[in-house]
C-alpha cells in the first residue's frame, strides 16, 4: 500500500482543515488506518484510527470532539476532518496503514507498516 497525504496548510486558530490520504493498491478497504502527528522534538503521536470498514473509529483525547476520521473505501481514500484548531495541533501529520490487513483498530506507530510522506498543519494564535 503506497499512501499520499495531502490538505495541511496554515490556519488561524478556531479554523479548520480537512486532510486527505489517498492509498494506492487494490486492498485498501482490508486495512485498518491511523493518523498520526509529529511536532518539532517530539515523538510521533496517535491522533485517531479507523478500522478497515469504517465502523470504528477512535481519537486520541486531545482532539476528541474536534477532530473526525472518515474513509471511503470505493476512492481508496481516508479522511481527517479537523476543526476548533490550537497553536498545539500545530505539527507534520502523518496518515498510515496497519502492518496487515486487520478488521481492528491499532494506536501505536510500530502497529503500522505504510506511512505517507506527511503535511504540514501549522495553527496561528
Known amino acids: 500500500v503506497q499512501l499520499q497525504a495531502s490538505g495541511g496548510g496554515l490556519v488561524q486558530a478556531g479554523g479548520s482543515l480537512r486532510l486527505s490520504c489517498a492509498a494506492s493498491?487494490?486492498?485498501?478497504?482490508?486495512?485498518?488506518m491511523g493518523w498520526f502527528h509529529q511536532a518539532p522534538g517530539k515523538e510521533r503521536e496517535f491522533v485517531s484510527a479507523?478500522?478497515?470498514?469504517?465502523?470504528?473509529?477512535s481519537f486520541a483525547d486531545s482532539v476528541k470532539g474536534r477532530f473526525t476520521i472518515s474513509r471511503d473505501n470505493a476512492k481508496n481514500t481516508m479522511y481527517l476532518q479537523m476543526n476548533s484548531l490550537k497553536p498545539e495541533d500545530t505539527a507534520v501529520y502523518y496518515c498510515?496503514?496497519?502492518?496487515?490487513?486487520?478488521?481492528?483498530?491499532?494506536?501505536?506507530?510500530?502497529?503500522?507498516?505504510?506511512w505517507g510522506q506527511g503535511t504540514q498543519v501549522t495553527v496561528s494564535s
Open positions: 498510515a496503514a496497519q502492518r496487515i490487513s486487520s478488521a481492528t483498530m491499532a494506536f501505536r506507530p510500530y502497529e503500522y507498516g505504510y
Open positions: 493498491g487494490r486492498t485498501f478497504s482490508s486495512y485498518g
Open positions: 479507523i478500522s478497515s470498514s469504517g465502523g470504528r473509529i
